[in-house]
C-alpha cells in the first residue's frame, strides 16, 4: 500500500517582488487603517495614529476600516485604500492565521506601490515571515508587539502602541525622512554661521 502525503500549498518557487517606495514627505501624508475582525485591532491601529498625528503634519486618516471578510479586505476596499492612501497601517496578528493574513494584507498593499506597516504579536513572527517569504518579500520588515493585544484594556492598547510606533516611523521610512531634514538643518546652520 501506498500513502501518497498532499501539501497543500505549491513548492514552485515564488518570484521576489520589491517593496513599494517610501513617503518623500512627512507632511500631508493620507494614511490609511486597514483593521481585521479580530477583538481591539481597530482600537489598536486608532491609537499609533493618534501618536502618528504629531509626527506627520497635515496628516489625514482614512479610517480605520473593517475587513469586510474574515481577516481580508474585499478587491474594493484594498482598491479603495491604495487609490486614496499614501500608506497604510494594517493588523492586527495576534494569533496564527490572522498574522498570515495581516501580512497578506500588507504585501497587497506593497505590490500595488503602496508603503505599508503590519502590526503582529511576538509569537506569530513565524507565521507573519512566513507569508511574507511566500508573497515574495522575504525579509520584509512588520511592527512587532507584546502578546496578547485582543484581551487588553484601552489604557493598555495606548501602551502597545507607543511599543509599536518607532517600528512604524522606520518601516515607512519615516524616521529617515526626519533624520535627513535635521541633517540639511545642521549644515545650513553651519554653511551660515561659516558664511
Known amino acids: 500500500m501506498v500513502i501518497e502525503a498532499l501539501v497543500p500549498v505549491p513548492d514552485d ?36 495614529a493618534a501618536l502618528l498625528e504629531s509626527e506627520l503634519p497635515g496628516a489625514e486618516f482614512v479610517g480605520p476600516v473593517v475587513t469586510e471578510g474574515v481577516m481580508l479586505p474585499s478587491a474594493d476596499q484594498l482598491a479603495d485604500l491604495a487609490d486614496r492612501c499614501d500608506v497604510v497601517l494594517t493588523g492586527l496578528g ?27 504579536t511576538e509569537p506569530f513572527l513565524a507565521s507573519a515571515s512566513a507569508m511574507a517569504a511566500r508573497r ?30 518607532p517600528q512604524v516611523l522606520t518601516i515607512l521610512g519615516i524616521d529617515a525622512l ?8 545642521l549644515v545650513a546652520g553651519i554653511s551660515e554661521v561659516a558664511g
Do not use: W
Open 13 to 48: 518557487a515564488v518570484a521576489e517582488v520589491r517593496t513599494a517606495a517610501r513617503p518623500t514627505r512627512t507632511d500631508n501624508l493620507v494614511v490609511g487603517l486597514l483593521a481585521n475582525t479580530k477583538r481591539n485591532a481597530p482600537e489598536l491601529l486608532k491609537a499609533v
Open 94 to 120: 495576534d494569533c496564527g492565521s490572522c498574522s498570515a493574513t495581516t501580512m497578506h494584507v500588507a504585501t497587497d498593499f506593497e505590490v500595488r506601490g503602496v508603503p505599508a506597516a503590519a502590526i503582529c
Open 136 to 165: 515574495g518579500l522575504p525579509g520584509y520588515a512588520f511592527a512587532r508587539v507584546a502578546h496578547p493585544v485582543s484581551s487588553l484594556e484601552q489604557h493598555e492598547i495606548e501602551e502597545r502602541a507607543r511599543e509599536v510606533l
Open 178 to 185: 526626519k533624520e535627513a531634514a535635521r541633517r540639511e538643518e
